[in-house]
């Protein structure tokens, strides 16, 4: 059971180029999800999936795009990559209850630079 | 969704208490109250979860006072690896879906 996996766990970009960061998971969750996180401050969510099939924007999305390719496997891509985007991306997925809390599970982080 | 505010950093010694206090003035009915920690270059982990009153697992304890306008994360006898970022979240499920805003967390500082 290995949780939620990335890939790749770094890349180099130079400005313009495109790219696309994939995450799985193996615990059989509706919902997957997109952050960010910048030098020294907290997660920001850039798109989330409540389920397979649906996608929805979080608070950054601008210069991203989202596939929820099937249940376990929810793509971010990247289509003309800026330095602005150099930041550090974790994936992660729930088993959200209908009416109920929800738990997140993170992966390990793709560390992305744009040059 | 609800606003959370937490310290920025605090620092402790091995074995002492650690309370770390969120405040979510505007939280909802149906909302829950989350902590994770974050250690360097990993993803954040899940810690505690609670509605009201009191809870607590092997980690830690949660307590949520009556207006459940504040929570407080308590670690006990602390150590060096606990030395991490601690978030607070509130948040419950919307329509389309469960959506969640991280502040900017809790530096905790752990000192020999």
């Known amino acids: 059971n290995a949780g939620v996996t990335q890939t790749p766990k770094f890349q180099v970009l130079k400005t313009g180029q495109s790219m696309t960061l994939q995450c799985a998971q193996d615990m059989n969750h509706n919902s997957m999800y997109w952050y960010r996180q910048d030098p020294g401050m907290g997660l920001r969510l850039i798109y989330y999936?409540?389920?397979?099939?649906?996608?929805d924007k979080g608070e950054v999305p601008n210069g991203y795009n989202v596939s929820r390719l099937n249940k376990r496997e929810f793509s971010l891509r990247l289509e003309s990559a800026a330095p602005s985007q150099t930041s550090v991306y974790f994936c992660?997925?729930?088993?959200?209850?209908?009416?109920?809390?929800?738990?997140?599970?993170f992966g390990p982080g793709t560390r992305l630079t744009v040059l | 969704l609800a606003k959370t505010t937490q310290p920025i950093s605090m620092d402790s010694y091995e074995g002492q208490e650690v309370n770390i206090t969120c405040s979510h003035n505007n939280i909802a009915t149906n909302d829950y109250i989350t902590w994770y920690q974050q250690f360097p270059s990993q993803g954040p982990r899940f810690i505690i979860q609670g509605y009201k009153t009191k809870v607590t697992n092997e980690v830690a304890s949660l307590f949520i006072p009556a207006d459940r306008k504040s929570s407080t994360l308590s670690l006990p006898r602390v150590s060096l690896s606990d030395t991490a970022v601690y978030y607070c979240?509130?948040?419950?499920?919307?329509?389309?879906?469960?959506?969640?805003?991280f502040g900017a967390g809790t530096r905790l500082f752990v000192k020999a």
């Open positions: 979240l509130v948040g419950g499920r919307r329509t389309g879906g469960f959506k969640t805003i």
């Open positions: 992660a997925s729930s088993d959200h209850l209908a009416g109920g809390p929800d738990t997140q599970y």
């Open positions: 999936s409540a389920s397979e099939g649906t996608t």
